[in-house]
């Protein structure tokens, strides 16, 4: 379970507090207003911002006094994270302690129509296409904790359906407890168990 018990974080003097409960495997959408902190959380989950005061705990260990790379979180930005001065299929195999799992891989670039692309680099591609392999990235590492800031924006409807489709169903195939912020319903009532309106 992800317990987020009193968290606040002091921003340009506004407090933002947060108070929520998780459970493992399970995917909750994250929504609200512009400015109320979507982002936010999911940047105090993955460490890069500090709170104030309160706790985040993972199965009952802290995650606070973590840092980035030790905590169990995997966490897509709205820039895509990719490396631009390696390969696309060099960016998706990085993250894994052992041997990338090289198969997975090659079906879900093939399920997403980005598998023509393994041997370019970043730069080369259009937003979607980056969009679509930062997000196979994002899923397929093997930290149980999945966090995803607006993954689909650049995506047209046919294509944001089926990534959101894949998203869950990888999730759930692989026990990933997935925090998703959207300000689309429809990602919410493709993907999530449940949803958590920030106000």
Known sequence: MLNIQNLLLELDGWPLRYNMQIKAGEIVAIQGVSGVGKTTLLNLIGGYQTPNSGSIEWNQEALNRLSVEERP???????HNLFEHISVMENLCLGFKEQAPLATIKNATNY????????????????????????????????????LDEPFAELDPITRKKAALWCKEQAKSTGKTVLLVTHQDEDVERMADRRIVLS
Do not use: C, M, N, Y
């Not at 937003?127 to 999945?146: D, M, S």
């Open 112 to 147: 997403l129509e980005v598998s023509q692309h393994l041997d370019k680099k970043p730069a080369t591609l259009s937003g979607g296409q980056r969009q679509r392999i930062a997000l196979i990235r994002t899923l397929l590492r093997p930290e149980p904790i999945v966090l």
């Open 73 to 79: 979180v995997s966490i897509l930005f709205q820039d």
